[in-house]
């Protein structure tokens, strides 16, 4: 039996792979256990697909507390955990250690962030007794987790695969422009700050001054939704920029756009960026983090200087100008997601991983 364990309230990547390599799993009649908050979207969007689900609350200090540890591993020894596969540090503490007293043989930690893991006491531990492998979803999440100490865990125990996405025919007209030569530039993410849609507000700001027709959707929910709305107003900008809310049907939202941004500071890999490049989107991103991975600059989209607005600026005018580069590069894209990061190639990778 295999258990994915991911107790985070939101919705972002890491709980989009659990649910989708979970789901995957199932339907081929692997036995699969999902184990989510009881408040979480994750928790939701598995009990409607018929998953074994359970729910756990767990917080950043609940490996301090006896009982939790007991209930954890009382779980994973009635359901016969012989895998189980960890989401967020604080899951990695309690149920990783739960998991370990239980007697499972494999304890993997699947890290989608590219941002270092501390060199701490408790982490030395973790990793040296507690973890038997970790699952990266990117060589820069790999690169990062040995950023602060090269022996916290051995590389050879690091796995790379990337996320997948799935590849659908188009159902819109990547040549979309509107009659009044309007562009359309889209977002989506959680509105937070590691996802920096500050720099969205900024960069339609220039757009507006420089007399660029545009509207800017930016898709997705999160705690810098007041701040952002409040940047929109200050600056004038609600002819230009929308903020649409959680979006639900992807393909519907990348229909109506011209151009992909991702103003990210960070992303283990970066979801959105591969679902535009499959809906035949040109993109642009700062260079930094995993970006390079999934970007091809100046063929599939931009990678602009990191942190440099003017440079995100040029990039995304260079697109507005163009619409037969927008095209090109758009189905480029698509190329480059249908060989590096198809579901079908990438699950099977993942499937070999997990049952070996």
């Known amino acids: 039996m295999i258990c994915f364990f991911n107790t985070a309230k939101t919705w972002g990547g890491g709980e989009k792979w659990h649910f989708e390599i979970a789901s995957a799993l199932s339907d081929e009649g692997i036995p699969v256990i999902l184990a989510a908050h009881k408040n979480s979207f994750l928790l939701h969007k598995a009990t409607n697909k018929k998953l074994n689900t359970y729910s756990f609350t767990i917080s950043n200090l609940s490996f301090l507390n006896p009982f939790r540890i007991y209930q954890l591993r009382r779980f994973f020894i009635k359901k016969e955990i012989k895998t189980v596969v960890l989401n967020l540090p604080s899951d990695m503490k309690s149920a990783g250690i739960a998991a370990r007293l239980a007697g499972v043989n494999r304890i993997i930690y699947r890290r989608g962030s590219a941002i270092p893991i501390r060199n701490t006491l408790l982490n030395r531990f973790l990793f040296a007794k507690i973890i038997t492998e970790v699952l990266a979803n990117s060589y820069e999440t790999k690169r990062t987790i040995l950023s602060n100490n090269k022996n916290i865990i051995d590389p050879e125990k690091i796995t790379v695969i990337y996320n ?52 800017m959707l930016i898709g997705g929910d999160g705690s810098q939704k007041q701040v952002l709305l409040n940047k929109i107003q200050d600056e004038r900008l609600q002819d230009h920029v929308v903020l649409t809310g959680y979006v639900d049907d992807i393909a519907d939202f990348m229909g109506q756009i011209d151009i992909f941004i991702l103003p990210s500071l960070w992303e283990g890999f970066g979801y959105v960026l591969a679902e535009a490049m499959m809906h035949e989107k040109p993109v642009v991103a700062f260079n930094c983090s995993s970006n390079p991975e999934l970007i091809v600059d100046g063929e599939t989209g931009f990678l602009a200087d990191a942190n440099n607005a003017e440079d995100l600026f040029y990039k995304t005018v260079r697109l507005i100008e163009d619409q037969e580069l927008r095209i090109k590069m758009g189905k480029a894209g698509r190329l480059k997601v249908v060989q590096d990061f198809n579901f079908k190639t990438n699950f099977q990778k993942i499937k070999n991983f997990l049952i070996c």
């Open 164 to 215: 997948g996405v799935k590849i659908n025919e188009l159902t819109h007209n990547n040549n979309r422009k509107s009659s009044s030569g309007s562009v359309v530039i889209g977002n989506l993410g959680r509105l937070e700050k590691q996802k920096a849609q500050h720099e969205l507000i900024h960069l339609a700001k220039k757009l507006r001054n420089a007399g660029y027709q545009f509207k």
